[in-house]
Protein backbone atom coordinates (compact mmCIF):
# COMPACT_ATOMS: atom_id res chain seq x y z
CA UNK A 1 0.00 0.00 0.00
CA UNK A 2 1.12 3.01 -1.46
CA UNK A 3 1.19 6.96 -2.52
CA UNK A 4 2.11 5.21 -5.79
CA UNK A 5 0.08 2.60 -5.69
CA UNK A 6 -2.99 4.75 -5.41
CA UNK A 7 -2.09 7.28 -8.31
CA UNK A 8 -1.21 4.22 -10.33
CA UNK A 9 -4.57 3.14 -9.96
CA UNK A 10 -6.18 6.93 -10.63
CA UNK A 11 -4.15 7.13 -13.68
CA UNK A 12 -4.93 3.93 -15.32
CA UNK A 13 -8.78 4.81 -14.47
CA UNK A 14 -8.90 7.81 -15.69
CA UNK A 15 -6.97 6.80 -19.33
CA UNK A 16 -10.08 4.26 -19.10
CA UNK A 17 -12.34 6.84 -18.46
CA UNK A 18 -10.83 9.31 -20.74
CA UNK A 19 -11.23 6.90 -23.53
CA UNK A 20 -14.81 5.24 -22.76
CA UNK A 21 -16.71 7.06 -20.30
CA UNK A 22 -17.44 6.65 -16.20
CA UNK A 23 -20.41 4.31 -16.44
CA UNK A 24 -19.23 2.38 -19.36
CA UNK A 25 -15.76 1.78 -17.15
CA UNK A 26 -15.88 -1.09 -15.18
CA UNK A 27 -14.20 -1.47 -11.84
CA UNK A 28 -12.99 -4.88 -13.28
CA UNK A 29 -11.13 -2.99 -16.28
CA UNK A 30 -9.83 -0.51 -13.52
CA UNK A 31 -8.13 -3.12 -11.32
CA UNK A 32 -7.15 -5.20 -14.43
CA UNK A 33 -5.45 -1.88 -15.89
CA UNK A 34 -3.69 -0.41 -13.20
CA UNK A 35 -2.61 -4.33 -11.74
CA UNK A 36 -4.16 -4.04 -8.43
CA UNK A 37 -6.52 -6.54 -6.70
CA UNK A 38 -10.19 -5.26 -5.66
CA UNK A 39 -9.06 -4.74 -1.62
CA UNK A 40 -6.06 -2.45 -3.02
CA UNK A 41 -9.15 -0.12 -4.79
CA UNK A 42 -11.10 -0.32 -1.64
CA UNK A 43 -8.20 0.47 0.38
CA UNK A 44 -7.48 3.96 -1.27
CA UNK A 45 -11.16 4.50 -2.46
CA UNK A 46 -14.32 4.33 -0.56
CA UNK A 47 -16.38 3.48 -3.67
CA UNK A 48 -16.34 4.12 -7.60
CA UNK A 49 -17.83 7.42 -7.26
CA UNK A 50 -15.22 8.56 -5.11
CA UNK A 51 -12.55 7.39 -7.20
CA UNK A 52 -14.14 9.34 -10.28
CA UNK A 53 -13.35 12.42 -8.42
CA UNK A 54 -10.18 11.70 -7.65
CA UNK A 55 -9.92 10.98 -11.46
CA UNK A 56 -11.51 14.98 -12.07
CA UNK A 57 -8.72 16.16 -9.55
CA UNK A 58 -5.96 14.28 -11.25
CA UNK A 59 -7.30 15.92 -14.76
CA UNK A 60 -7.49 19.71 -12.86
CA UNK A 61 -3.89 19.07 -11.78
CA UNK A 62 -2.97 18.11 -14.84
CA UNK A 63 -4.66 20.93 -17.06
CA UNK A 64 -3.15 23.34 -14.04
CA UNK A 65 0.77 21.70 -14.88
CA UNK A 66 -0.22 23.06 -18.86
CA UNK A 67 -1.78 25.61 -18.28
CA UNK A 68 0.12 27.89 -15.56
CA UNK A 69 3.58 27.86 -17.59
CA UNK A 70 1.92 29.14 -20.25
CA UNK A 71 -0.09 31.86 -18.22
CA UNK A 72 3.18 32.76 -16.44
CA UNK A 73 5.37 33.28 -19.26
CA UNK A 74 6.53 36.86 -19.27
CA UNK A 75 7.34 36.90 -23.03
CA UNK A 76 4.11 36.22 -24.62
CA UNK A 77 1.41 39.21 -24.93
CA UNK A 78 -1.89 38.24 -22.97
CA UNK A 79 -4.06 36.90 -26.02
CA UNK A 80 -0.92 35.11 -27.33
CA UNK A 81 -1.45 32.98 -23.60
CA UNK A 82 -4.83 32.12 -25.19
CA UNK A 83 -3.98 31.03 -28.01
CA UNK A 84 -1.04 29.04 -27.18
CA UNK A 85 -3.27 27.15 -24.47
CA UNK A 86 -6.23 26.57 -26.78
CA UNK A 87 -3.65 25.40 -29.85
CA UNK A 88 -1.58 23.12 -27.26
CA UNK A 89 -4.62 21.20 -26.59
CA UNK A 90 -5.61 21.13 -30.42
CA UNK A 91 -2.55 20.16 -30.70
CA UNK A 92 -3.29 17.03 -28.09
CA UNK A 93 -6.29 16.26 -29.71
CA UNK A 94 -4.99 15.97 -33.12
CA UNK A 95 -2.28 13.40 -31.85
CA UNK A 96 -5.44 11.27 -30.29
CA UNK A 97 -7.15 11.43 -33.84
CA UNK A 98 -9.95 13.78 -32.63
CA UNK A 99 -11.10 11.36 -30.24
CA UNK A 100 -12.10 11.45 -26.01
CA UNK A 101 -12.31 15.56 -26.00
CA UNK A 102 -11.95 17.24 -22.59
CA UNK A 103 -12.01 14.71 -19.44
CA UNK A 104 -13.79 17.50 -17.38
CA UNK A 105 -16.08 18.32 -20.08
CA UNK A 106 -16.89 14.62 -20.48
CA UNK A 107 -17.90 13.52 -17.16
CA UNK A 108 -19.59 17.25 -16.47
CA UNK A 109 -21.77 15.87 -19.61
CA UNK A 110 -22.22 12.40 -18.20
CA UNK A 111 -21.69 12.48 -14.36
CA UNK A 112 -23.52 16.11 -13.18
CA UNK A 113 -27.29 14.91 -12.83
CA UNK A 114 -26.43 11.49 -11.46
CA UNK A 115 -23.69 12.47 -8.37
CA UNK A 116 -23.74 15.25 -6.09
CA UNK A 117 -20.35 14.74 -5.76
CA UNK A 118 -19.16 14.81 -9.32
CA UNK A 119 -21.36 17.42 -9.68
CA UNK A 120 -19.45 19.80 -7.05
CA UNK A 121 -15.82 18.93 -8.34
CA UNK A 122 -16.69 19.47 -11.66
CA UNK A 123 -18.14 22.57 -11.37
CA UNK A 124 -14.78 23.31 -9.00
CA UNK A 125 -12.88 22.63 -12.35
CA UNK A 126 -14.81 25.04 -14.43
CA UNK A 127 -14.48 27.63 -12.10
CA UNK A 128 -10.91 26.87 -12.94
CA UNK A 129 -10.89 26.71 -16.31
CA UNK A 130 -12.57 29.49 -16.38
CA UNK A 131 -10.26 31.32 -14.04
CA UNK A 132 -7.26 30.39 -16.64
CA UNK A 133 -9.38 32.16 -19.40
CA UNK A 134 -10.29 35.20 -17.36
CA UNK A 135 -6.38 35.67 -16.44
CA UNK A 136 -5.05 36.85 -19.75
CA UNK A 137 -8.42 38.20 -20.81
CA UNK A 138 -7.78 41.09 -17.98
CA UNK A 139 -3.91 41.31 -18.61
CA UNK A 140 -5.20 42.31 -22.62
CA UNK A 141 -7.71 44.82 -21.15
CA UNK A 142 -5.13 46.30 -18.87
CA UNK A 143 -2.82 46.50 -21.96
CA UNK A 144 -5.15 48.18 -23.88
CA UNK A 145 -5.79 45.27 -26.45
CA UNK A 146 -9.64 44.63 -25.11
CA UNK A 147 -12.17 47.10 -24.62
CA UNK A 148 -12.19 47.85 -20.39
CA UNK A 149 -15.77 47.70 -20.21
CA UNK A 150 -15.54 43.69 -21.75
CA UNK A 151 -17.39 41.52 -18.78
CA UNK A 152 -14.02 39.36 -18.41
CA UNK A 153 -15.95 36.87 -16.32
CA UNK A 154 -18.90 36.17 -18.76
CA UNK A 155 -16.53 36.24 -21.75
CA UNK A 156 -14.54 33.61 -20.17
CA UNK A 157 -17.14 31.34 -18.92
CA UNK A 158 -18.59 31.85 -22.75
CA UNK A 159 -15.43 30.89 -24.14
CA UNK A 160 -14.63 27.41 -22.06
CA UNK A 161 -18.42 26.56 -22.21
CA UNK A 162 -18.08 27.13 -26.76
CA UNK A 163 -14.71 25.19 -26.44
CA UNK A 164 -16.75 22.23 -24.85
CA UNK A 165 -19.23 22.37 -27.93
CA UNK A 166 -16.62 22.40 -30.22
CA UNK A 167 -14.99 19.30 -28.62
CA UNK A 168 -18.21 17.34 -28.90
CA UNK A 169 -18.98 18.27 -32.70
CA UNK A 170 -14.71 17.57 -32.80
CA UNK A 171 -15.59 13.92 -31.59
CA UNK A 172 -18.46 13.34 -34.25
CA UNK A 173 -16.70 14.85 -37.52
CA UNK A 174 -13.06 13.86 -36.05
CA UNK A 175 -11.55 16.34 -37.73
CA UNK A 176 -9.71 19.69 -36.46
CA UNK A 177 -12.41 21.84 -38.34
CA UNK A 178 -14.80 22.57 -34.95
CA UNK A 179 -12.08 23.57 -32.84
CA UNK A 180 -10.47 25.49 -35.79
CA UNK A 181 -13.76 26.97 -36.50
CA UNK A 182 -13.64 28.31 -32.47
CA UNK A 183 -10.29 29.69 -33.14
CA UNK A 184 -11.88 32.32 -35.28
CA UNK A 185 -14.65 33.13 -33.98
CA UNK A 186 -13.19 33.61 -30.27
CA UNK A 187 -10.33 35.10 -31.54
CA UNK A 188 -11.18 37.29 -34.81
CA UNK A 189 -14.91 38.11 -33.58
CA UNK A 190 -15.26 37.61 -29.99
CA UNK A 191 -11.61 39.28 -28.69
CA UNK A 192 -11.10 42.09 -31.51
CA UNK B 1 -46.11 -6.86 -33.13
CA UNK B 2 -47.38 -3.15 -34.03
CA UNK B 3 -45.31 -0.03 -34.73
CA UNK B 4 -47.00 1.31 -31.89
CA UNK B 5 -44.72 -1.10 -29.87
CA UNK B 6 -41.84 -0.15 -31.93
CA UNK B 7 -42.98 3.52 -31.41
CA UNK B 8 -43.50 2.89 -27.38
CA UNK B 9 -40.23 1.11 -26.78
CA UNK B 10 -38.46 3.50 -28.71
CA UNK B 11 -39.86 6.70 -26.74
CA UNK B 12 -39.43 4.96 -23.21
CA UNK B 13 -35.96 4.59 -24.08
CA UNK B 14 -35.82 7.74 -24.87
CA UNK B 15 -36.53 8.95 -21.85
CA UNK B 16 -34.26 6.64 -19.84
CA UNK B 17 -30.89 7.43 -22.26
CA UNK B 18 -32.03 11.21 -22.12
CA UNK B 19 -32.47 11.33 -17.96
CA UNK B 20 -29.12 8.79 -17.48
CA UNK B 21 -26.74 8.03 -20.40
CA UNK B 22 -27.18 5.26 -23.02
CA UNK B 23 -24.29 2.96 -21.09
CA UNK B 24 -26.01 3.81 -18.21
CA UNK B 25 -28.92 2.22 -19.38
CA UNK B 26 -29.70 -1.44 -19.55
CA UNK B 27 -31.90 -3.86 -21.70
CA UNK B 28 -33.75 -4.54 -18.39
CA UNK B 29 -34.64 -0.65 -17.62
CA UNK B 30 -35.83 -0.01 -21.02
CA UNK B 31 -37.76 -3.14 -21.50
CA UNK B 32 -39.37 -2.68 -18.51
CA UNK B 33 -39.95 1.36 -18.72
CA UNK B 34 -41.75 0.04 -22.25
CA UNK B 35 -44.03 -3.01 -20.39
CA UNK B 36 -42.09 -4.84 -23.17
CA UNK B 37 -40.83 -8.78 -23.11
CA UNK B 38 -37.11 -9.17 -24.82
CA UNK B 39 -38.46 -11.10 -27.69
CA UNK B 40 -40.33 -7.86 -28.88
CA UNK B 41 -37.69 -5.54 -28.26
CA UNK B 42 -34.82 -8.10 -30.36
CA UNK B 43 -38.07 -7.96 -33.28
CA UNK B 44 -37.51 -4.80 -33.89
CA UNK B 45 -33.58 -4.06 -33.06
CA UNK B 46 -30.94 -6.32 -34.05
CA UNK B 47 -29.31 -4.85 -31.20
CA UNK B 48 -28.91 -2.07 -28.12
CA UNK B 49 -26.92 -0.08 -30.30
CA UNK B 50 -28.94 -0.07 -33.82
CA UNK B 51 -31.86 1.05 -30.94
CA UNK B 52 -29.81 3.80 -29.96
CA UNK B 53 -29.53 4.81 -33.63
CA UNK B 54 -33.64 4.77 -33.51
CA UNK B 55 -33.42 6.93 -30.41
CA UNK B 56 -31.42 9.85 -32.35
CA UNK B 57 -34.03 9.63 -35.01
CA UNK B 58 -36.46 10.23 -32.77
CA UNK B 59 -34.89 13.07 -31.28
CA UNK B 60 -34.14 14.60 -34.46
CA UNK B 61 -38.11 13.84 -35.38
CA UNK B 62 -38.97 15.86 -32.48
CA UNK B 63 -36.48 18.74 -32.71
CA UNK B 64 -37.90 19.61 -36.57
CA UNK B 65 -41.68 19.50 -35.12
CA UNK B 66 -40.43 22.10 -32.60
CA UNK B 67 -37.94 24.01 -34.83
CA UNK B 68 -39.94 24.02 -38.44
CA UNK B 69 -43.37 25.90 -37.41
CA UNK B 70 -41.00 28.61 -35.93
CA UNK B 71 -39.18 28.75 -39.33
CA UNK B 72 -41.75 28.68 -41.33
CA UNK B 73 -43.68 31.72 -39.30
CA UNK B 74 -43.56 34.58 -41.38
CA UNK B 75 -44.77 37.12 -39.17
CA UNK B 76 -41.04 36.89 -37.34
CA UNK B 77 -38.20 38.53 -38.18
CA UNK B 78 -35.74 36.18 -38.86
CA UNK B 79 -33.34 36.71 -35.69
CA UNK B 80 -36.65 36.71 -33.73
CA UNK B 81 -36.82 32.52 -35.23
CA UNK B 82 -33.63 31.83 -34.15
CA UNK B 83 -34.65 33.75 -30.38
CA UNK B 84 -37.63 31.66 -30.41
CA UNK B 85 -35.66 28.60 -30.93
CA UNK B 86 -33.17 28.91 -27.86
CA UNK B 87 -35.85 30.41 -25.89
CA UNK B 88 -38.31 27.53 -26.72
CA UNK B 89 -34.61 25.09 -25.37
CA UNK B 90 -34.48 27.18 -22.50
CA UNK B 91 -38.09 27.04 -21.52
CA UNK B 92 -37.68 23.00 -21.39
CA UNK B 93 -34.48 22.85 -19.45
CA UNK B 94 -35.97 25.38 -17.18
CA UNK B 95 -39.06 22.98 -16.76
CA UNK B 96 -36.66 19.54 -16.10
CA UNK B 97 -34.68 21.82 -13.15
CA UNK B 98 -31.72 22.62 -15.60
CA UNK B 99 -31.18 18.80 -15.95
CA UNK B 100 -30.65 16.14 -18.64
CA UNK B 101 -29.41 18.35 -21.05
CA UNK B 102 -29.42 18.04 -25.41
CA UNK B 103 -29.68 14.30 -26.47
CA UNK B 104 -27.81 15.34 -28.68
CA UNK B 105 -24.99 16.43 -27.58
CA UNK B 106 -24.98 14.22 -24.64
CA UNK B 107 -25.06 11.09 -27.25
CA UNK B 108 -22.59 12.56 -29.64
CA UNK B 109 -20.01 13.04 -26.39
CA UNK B 110 -20.60 9.69 -25.02
CA UNK B 111 -21.09 7.35 -28.25
CA UNK B 112 -18.79 9.03 -31.16
CA UNK B 113 -15.97 7.55 -30.20
CA UNK B 114 -17.50 3.88 -28.99
CA UNK B 115 -20.19 3.17 -32.22
CA UNK B 116 -19.57 4.21 -35.87
CA UNK B 117 -23.22 3.87 -36.27
CA UNK B 118 -24.02 6.20 -33.84
CA UNK B 119 -21.39 8.35 -35.11
CA UNK B 120 -22.57 8.69 -38.58
CA UNK B 121 -26.74 9.66 -37.50
CA UNK B 122 -25.00 12.02 -35.33
CA UNK B 123 -23.38 13.92 -37.74
CA UNK B 124 -26.78 13.71 -39.56
CA UNK B 125 -28.29 14.81 -36.71
CA UNK B 126 -25.87 18.38 -36.27
CA UNK B 127 -26.33 18.86 -39.96
CA UNK B 128 -29.49 19.06 -39.77
CA UNK B 129 -29.16 21.44 -36.52
CA UNK B 130 -26.74 23.49 -38.24
CA UNK B 131 -28.89 24.28 -41.06
CA UNK B 132 -32.15 24.99 -38.44
CA UNK B 133 -30.00 27.88 -37.19
CA UNK B 134 -28.23 28.97 -41.19
CA UNK B 135 -31.93 29.41 -42.64
CA UNK B 136 -32.90 32.42 -40.38
CA UNK B 137 -29.07 33.79 -40.68
CA UNK B 138 -29.85 33.66 -44.24
CA UNK B 139 -32.94 35.25 -44.06
CA UNK B 140 -31.42 37.67 -41.92
CA UNK B 141 -28.49 38.77 -44.26
CA UNK B 142 -31.37 39.27 -47.20
CA UNK B 143 -33.47 41.40 -44.81
CA UNK B 144 -29.99 43.41 -44.55
CA UNK B 145 -29.88 42.69 -40.87
CA UNK B 146 -26.32 40.82 -41.04
CA UNK B 147 -23.52 41.70 -43.25
CA UNK B 148 -23.49 40.21 -46.52
CA UNK B 149 -20.02 38.49 -45.68
CA UNK B 150 -20.84 36.60 -42.84
CA UNK B 151 -20.34 32.95 -43.41
CA UNK B 152 -23.38 31.94 -42.28
CA UNK B 153 -21.95 27.97 -42.18
CA UNK B 154 -19.45 28.68 -40.12
CA UNK B 155 -21.66 30.63 -37.72
CA UNK B 156 -24.34 28.85 -37.59
CA UNK B 157 -21.67 25.49 -36.63
CA UNK B 158 -19.76 28.04 -33.91
CA UNK B 159 -23.61 28.83 -32.33
CA UNK B 160 -24.90 25.36 -31.91
CA UNK B 161 -21.81 24.18 -30.46
CA UNK B 162 -21.65 27.12 -28.04
CA UNK B 163 -24.99 25.95 -27.50
CA UNK B 164 -24.01 22.62 -26.80
CA UNK B 165 -21.09 23.65 -24.57
CA UNK B 166 -23.48 26.08 -22.58
CA UNK B 167 -25.90 23.22 -21.74
CA UNK B 168 -23.00 21.19 -20.51
CA UNK B 169 -22.43 24.20 -18.36
CA UNK B 170 -25.82 24.35 -16.98
CA UNK B 171 -25.89 20.63 -16.33
CA UNK B 172 -23.24 21.26 -13.86
CA UNK B 173 -24.12 24.73 -12.37
CA UNK B 174 -28.00 23.53 -12.10
CA UNK B 175 -28.90 27.60 -13.05
CA UNK B 176 -29.81 28.78 -16.57
CA UNK B 177 -27.26 31.41 -16.15
CA UNK B 178 -24.79 29.30 -19.02
CA UNK B 179 -27.71 29.43 -21.38
CA UNK B 180 -28.33 33.21 -20.85
CA UNK B 181 -24.71 33.92 -21.12
CA UNK B 182 -24.79 32.25 -24.47
CA UNK B 183 -27.90 34.51 -25.31
CA UNK B 184 -26.15 37.30 -24.99
CA UNK B 185 -22.91 36.60 -26.49
CA UNK B 186 -24.94 35.59 -29.66
CA UNK B 187 -27.18 38.07 -30.24
CA UNK B 188 -25.44 40.99 -28.73
CA UNK B 189 -22.10 40.37 -29.51
CA UNK B 190 -21.76 37.86 -32.76
CA UNK B 191 -24.84 38.80 -34.28
CA UNK B 192 -24.92 42.21 -34.19
Redesign the interface.
Known amino acids: MSEETKQRIIEAGAELIH???F??TGLKDILKAADVPKGSFYFYFDNKEAFGVEVVNHYATHFAGVITPILSDESMAPLDKLKAIFSNFRGYFESQGF???CPV??L???M???SPAF?ER??QA?RGLDAAVRHPLREAQKAGELPGNLDTR??A??I???????I??M????TGE?LD??Y??VFD??LK
Open positions: KQGNNTRGGNAQESDLRLQLATSFISAWHGAIRKVVKPNFRFTL
